[in-house]
Structure formats: structure tokens, C-alpha cells
């Protein structure tokens, strides 16, 4: 890492360090939507987007930060900077993005863009007060990274909160979820559609204890 | 060809988390599948898939890992107490860990009980 990088990301780290202020991540493994609930939210309480969307794995692929954040629900208010990141993997295929569509050239940066974006999310798990683990309830959950994410967020005793998403798909088991995280409150939302976004910004509320 | 290496808890239960990744990786580097005796702790686990970010480029792809729990399902406040007992003697080393390069193992599949690899090779005759 260059020496810009490291001073770069200080900054960027000090930036959050004003008091009272809540770092809220969004945290899971690739494609489970974490980008389309963090547009959900901004949407809702910025009028503006946060980042963009693709059926291609790893479109977020450096960390995004919307500041000052403030969520009404039932006469409450939570304020947060909410902080979307790259999802986490353990292998990255640039053969996969050319199936997908992508020129060689182009999956091969988008596959070494990606790699950082692994190492940088890991790397600010340490920097959160709170985070949403966003999960595809299509998806088997017991993946290694799933598990990885929520070991690491109760070894620094992070409030965790696990969103089943893409509940609007016919293959999703919330269930499925909430059986294999059962110490965790499981939220089943679908971040695209806006089902039960009331729902979550109430479970945002308990995770922040508000 | 598929190569399966034993990797005993007493050869990396001395070594720190640097230490224990680096000599994971440099197997799986091999195109070796490791049979990890016990499991690894949270923060090995993500230093381990950091590790492995660090590493990739055109040939190596990443790697793929599971693990199978030996320990009792059974709810009894009795055998609980064994469970936690046996696992504040033994550290991490109940169960198996299974890490392989993601270039030979293209998924795995837990049952919870049993673990099924699915290679290249099985996925290509899928197809057919």
C-alpha cells in the first residue's frame, strides 16, 4: 500500500471520528443487495442514491460513505453515517465477469478492483459501531463468508443485525436464515421492492438501542 | 489428479495467525486440498481470506472453505457443560476444516453432517 493510500484512508477514517456519531456498515458477501438497501435508505432520507446497481457480482468495489443520515420512525430519530461496502469473498474469478458480458481487459480490472475492495472491508470492520449484514434469502446461509463476517462482528462485541433479503423472490427462506443465525434478530426485507422497510428501520432503532 | 494434504492441529496450534495463514495458503498455492484438523478462529479466518485477496491474479482464483462440526447437538445442560469443558482444554480443535484452491473446487455443499466437493471435473461430466 502506497503512502497516499494509508494517509487517504486516515483521513477518511478521521473524518468519522467526531463525537456522538454512529458508523453504521453494511456488511455480507457479493450480490445480496447490499447497495440497493443502502439506495433504499439514502432514497428515503436523502432524496439521492449512494451508489450503483449491477446483476454482476462485485459493482461496489470501494467503500461508500453517506454522512448525517436521520431516520424517523414513531416520534424517534437515529442519526448515522452509513458506510456500504465492497462484499466480502473468498475467490475472485475474472472469467466469470467475461461470461457476464465484460471485455477480458475489463473484468480483469473489475477483478482486481475487487480484491481490494475484499481487503478494505475487512480492514474497516474494526471502524464500526453497528452493522446491517445483508444476506440473499435465496442463498444457502451457512457460506464460510457469512459465517466469517458475523464471528469477526461478536469477537469486537458490533450489535449485528441480519437482513434477509430479496424476500420477494419465490426461492426465499427467511427462515432458512434465522435458523442459522438463531442468537441474531433476522429481518426479512426486500431492499428493491421497499417490502418491509418500516420493519427494518425499527430493527435499526433496537440496534442501535433507540 | 486430486491431492488431499492432513494438516494435525499440534502443526499450526504453535504458530500465530500470520504464521498459520501463510502455511495454509502456501498448501492450497500447490493445488492441494487441506484437511484441517479443528477450525479456525474468526480473525484467522478473515486474515486468511485477506491473505488470499492479496494473492490473486490470472492463475490463482481464490479458495473455497468449509467446516464440519464434530460437536454434540444434544441440548442437555449436562453435555453442554462437557462441550464448553472439552473446548477450553482442546482449543479449536474439534471438528474439520476443508480449504482448497478455488481453480480445483468449485463449491461445497454442507449437509450439516457431511460435506460434498464439487471439482471442475464432476461439474464438467454435470453438463454433459
Redesign the interface.
Known sequence: MGLFDGFLKKFLKNLFKKKGQIKLGIYGPPNGGKTTLANKITMDWLGEEMGSVSPIAHETREIQIKEQITVKSKGKELTFNLVDTPG???????EEFIKAGLEEKEA?TR?KEA??G??DS??W?DDMDAVVVVLDSTK?P?S??N??II??L??RKIPVLIVANKIDLKKSDVKKVQAAFPQYDVIGISAKVGTNIDGFYEALFKLTNR | MLTLQFVPHSEIANLNSEKKVQKLLKIVREEKIILLEGKLYSNEKSDLIRKTMEQIDDKFKGIEIEELDTESKDKAFFNKVRTIFINFILGNRRGLTIIGPATIIKEIKKDPDKIQLFTEEIRKKKKK
Not at chain 1, 88 to 94: G, R, V
Open positions: 466480502i469473498a473468498t475467490k475472485i474469478d475474472y480483469k477483478a480484491t481490494k475484499v481487503i475487512i480492514k470492520l444457502d451457512y464460510q463468508v459465517i466469517t464471528g469477526n461478536e469477537a
